[in-house]
């Protein structure tokens, strides 16, 4: 059966083959996708236009459905993983090839909680559509955060938090950030269960994320904003 679904897949065209895959990741299939990632590479298809029209536009469609409900989490962290896998054939020839990825975040639980599936789900998605993800992990105190923005210089600084008891840790961070002179310079994201709009505007958060499909969207929206203000910076200087 396996040596079936490799010739079908060899034997597709291309656009078939992208088709394929947009199908393979919804149903989370990891080996198919790493045999296509490899097929397109040996059409002579370029490490970027394969992240992007494939596994990209692929999980695009996955976190729509998300948003939706009509995927749960594990059907998403399966696509997710999916994805992952061809991620790790990708991600070496995008580095030598200088694809510049479409923006860079770090993400981490916040110091007191030690949840992470969804933050570990935000990471995965943010990755799925082209995000450069440094995923400190889980109990991060502010330390962490400081020394991953110095090192990593992120344009987006992501927390989650899944207990009542360490929402207001976010604002340590925040307030460490504005300390430092460094809050503008960043987009902070926060996300959690017990977290909604307005926790999210009074300790100073540029938004808050319900689900990992609304932060691919948020994240996606800001990084254009910046990118358009850079631009039209640079044209003014011109």
């Not at 993400?107 to 909680?113: E, M, S």
């Amino acid at each position: 059966m396996a040596e079936e679904a490799e010739l079908d897949l060899n034997s597709l065209n291309d656009d078939e083959l992208v088709q394929q895959m947009h199908d393979d990741l919804y149903d989370g299939l990891k080996d198919e996708i790493e045999e296509s990632v490899n097929i397109l590479l040996k059409r002579g298809w370029t490490p970027y236009d394969t992240l992007t029209k494939a596994l990209v536009e692929g999980m695009r469609i996955v976190g729509i459905d998300f948003r939706d409900g009509i995927l749960f989490v594990p059907e998403v962290l399966l696509a997710a993983n999916a994805m992952k896998a061809g991620m790790f054939i990708l991600r070496p020839l995008l580095a030598e090839t200088g694809a510049p990825p479409i923006g860079k975040m770090i993400i981490g639980t916040v110091k007191g909680d030690i949840h992470d599936i969804g933050k570990n789900l935000v990471a995965m998605m943010m990755e799925g559509a082209g995000f450069e993800v440094i995923n400190l992990g889980i109990n991060n105190p502010v330390e962490n955060y400081l020394k991953a923005i110095e090192e990593h210089k992120p344009d987006i600084v992501g927390m989650s938090a899944l207990l009542t008891t360490t929402m207001p840790y976010m604002k340590v961070v925040i307030d460490a950030m504005i300390e430092k002179g460094i809050r503008n310079d960043h987009v902070v994201l926060v996300g959690g269960a017990p977290l909604n709009e307005q926790f999210a505007q009074s300790i100073g958060a540029d938004a808050y994320c319900r689900d990992a499909a609304v932060a691919v969207e948020t994240a996606k929206a800001f990084m254009a904003k910046r990118q358009g203000s850079v631009a039209a910076r640079q044209a003014g200087r011109s």
